[in-house]
């Protein structure tokens, strides 16, 4: 299948869209098919083969962050060679209700596109506002893809319609098999937390509650945190007994992540809201580190009611502690949530994921000769004008 | 002069504004027939294999009744536009018991049994994922043909509104969850 997808972000700028276009284009080159990802980055940065650049972005505030984005006559026109030249069976774009490369796709082409909807945000004034505007472009779209339920409600409630839901994968063979990081073999009880600790959602306040109560009691326990955050704000609580047992790592390289899970004994989602799926938790499964988690609908379904996962009430650090005795009291418990974990991570590995996808290619496709063309209505009489003339 | 040339600009404004939503609704009655014709192809693939599986079951176990598969089965793939929903209920509702009864049963079935029951579970989550795609665009569709400039131009011309398709295949979906993750 030739298959076209489209990345309004900028690629080179690290973000959970452009990783999940990334993932998601190597998995279905491995399945065999052809892609293309139209993205914007400049034309003369070091690109993967499959990545055809749009141009530079400017950054607009989208989402409640800055996102870069690529709009305007010249992407536009960009946007309808690469369309042209690529004679897609499938065009996939991806987030096409922000003003961007995939709306201009969306607006430029004609035949079975596919759109994946990555944003949960349930006061998008954006999108409420834009909607009369968008729909003859999201008209087009004749399958539509939400990466959570959270997502797919954003969806729902501002643009109408429904969704499929097929979750975001996990690449599991780079999780595996990895070495622990340079001098931090795990102890036998070392807990491991991983993100930004200072953001309150994250719920490190209640993983460090339990840690305190756990560290009365053991004296074995450890914890070591990557992520970005204030270590000084969080050290200045702590006794110094307590205190000498956690260690900040700071922001970690992909390769030293996966090196982390290797270095821990269990790991640690104390989260305690707006997580709209546990991508993280899928990473610790892959890498095998036995999980403890908030019972967070989102973990908990990920994590298939307490099978992959020990689940504890979100919030709650007395409830966190007595998971953390249990977990750590028992091997067996532990080589049981392993089980559970690799099991889940392999339902989420990117080829199961783009399996999915390719389902919903077919399904648009189906009976279909026809390939993706432009659609000349939505072209503009002055463009027509300029390019003809 | 300025009056005429005014109203020859609103005039040339509004024509390109209706060929263009015309275009669009004739580009979303297309989106509805492409939707259609897959899910009727999922429907059609879902019918063949139950029938295959009853013959199969048959063959193992002689002397079990399974003609009502079979003749929902028929029913289902000859089923016109009206009477579609009511026979793939059908269709479901006698296939449920011998879906639920062979993956549930303590002795094993045969590799036979086991792989046709994957490619029914595939088959199941396809009518799902088509029902899901072909009703999207009868909302997108039965919204354009809701709106003024539509009706008063009568734009849509002689082509039916279309109906959504509802019919059960969650519960035979959720039967064949087991067998669903045996295919790789």
């Known amino acids: ?389 | 002069m300025q009056t005429l040339l005014t109203v020859l600009v609103v005039l040339v404004l509004l024509a390109m504004y209706v060929t263009w939503t015309a275009g669009r609704l004739d580009r979303q009655h297309v989106r509805v027939e492409a939707g259609r014709s897959a899910l009727d192809a999922a429907l059609v693939r879902r019918a063949a294999l139950a029938e295959e599986l009853a013959d199969l079951v048959r063959g193992t176990a002689p002397g079990e009744d399974l003609t009502a598969v079979v003749t929902a089965a028929r029913r289902a793939r000859a089923a016109d536009q009206a009477d579609r929903e009511r026979a793939e209920n059908d269709l479901t509702r006698v296939l449920r018991p011998l879906v639920n009864r062979l993956t549930t049963a303590p002795e094993p079935h045969g590799e036979q049994v086991a792989a046709l029951l994957g490619q029914l579970a595939s088959a199941t989550s396809r009518i799902g994922l088509a029902r899901n795609i072909a009703n999207g665009a009868v909302d997108h569709t039965l919204a354009l043909r809701r709106r003024r400039l539509v009706r008063w131009l009568r734009l849509a011309g002689r082509a039916a509104a279309p109906a959504y398709f509802e019919i059960d295949d969650t519960s035979l979906a959720a039967d064949l969850a087991p067998s669903a993750r045996r295919e790789p």
Not at chain 1, 150 to 163: F, I, N, Q, S
Not at chain 1, 268 to 282: D, H, R, T, W
Not at chain 1, 302 to 320: N, R, T, Y
Request: charged share 20%; glycine share 8%.
């Open chain 1, 1 to 389: 299948m030739r298959i076209g997808i489209v990345c309004p972000y900028t690629w080179h700028v690290p973000g959970g869209v452009q990783a999940h276009i990334r993932d998601l284009a190597e998995a279905l080159i491995r399945e065999g098919h052809e892609v293309s990802v139209l993205a914007s980055a400049d034309d003369d940065e070091p690109l993967p083969s499959y990545v055809a650049p749009a141009g530079r972005a400017v950054p607009v505030r989208y989402n409640g962050s800055v996102a870069r984005l690529t709009f305007g006559p010249i992407s536009n026109s960009r946007v309808r060679r690469w369309l042209r030249d690529g004679a897609f069976d499938v065009l996939h774009v991806h987030e096409p209700a922000a003003p961007s490369l995939s709306l201009l796709a969306c607006y430029a082409a004609d035949g079975p596109i596919v759109a994946t909807f990555h944003a949960a945000n349930p006061r998008s004034r954006v999108m409420r506002v834009m909607s009369p505007t968008l729909q003859p472009a999201l008209e087009k779209i004749r399958a539509r893809i939400a990466v959570s339920s959270a997502a797919r409600r954003t969806l729902v409630e501002h643009l109408g319609g429904d969704a499929v839901v097929i979750p975001n994968g996990v690449d599991v063979a780079a999780f595996r098999g990895a070495s622990p990081l340079p001098g931090r073999e795990p102890t036998g009880a070392t807990l491991g937390f991983l993100g930004r600790f200072d953001e309150p959602r994250k719920g490190f306040t209640v993983l460090l509650d339990a840690f305190t109560v756990l560290a009365a009691q053991r004296d074995d326990v450890r914890l070591l945190v990557a992520g970005p955050g204030d270590v000084d704000d969080v050290l200045d609580d702590l006794s110094a007994d307590v205190a000498s047992r956690i260690e900040f790592l700071g922001m970690v390289s992909d390769a030293d992540k996966v090196r982390f899970f290797h270095s821990i004994d269990v790991y640690v989602a104390p989260n305690v809201g707006q997580e709209s799926f546990g991508v993280i938790l899928l990473e610790a499964a892959a890498a095998g580190s036995p999980i403890v988690a908030s019972d967070l609908d989102a973990f908990a379904r990920v994590l298939e009611d307490g099978a992959a996962g020990e689940l504890f009430a979100v919030g709650d650090p007395a409830a966190l502690a007595a998971a953390l005795h249990r977990v750590l009291d028992s091997p067996q418990r532990r080589a049981e949530l392993r089980a559970g974990g690799d099991v889940v991570a392999g339902r989420y590995d990117w080829i199961s994921v783009a399996r999915r996808v390719l389902e919903v290619y077919e399904t648009v496709t189906a009976g279909q000769q026809a390939t993706v063309g432009e659609d000349y209505a939505s072209e503009g009489l002055l463009a027509r004008l300029i390019s003809r003339g």
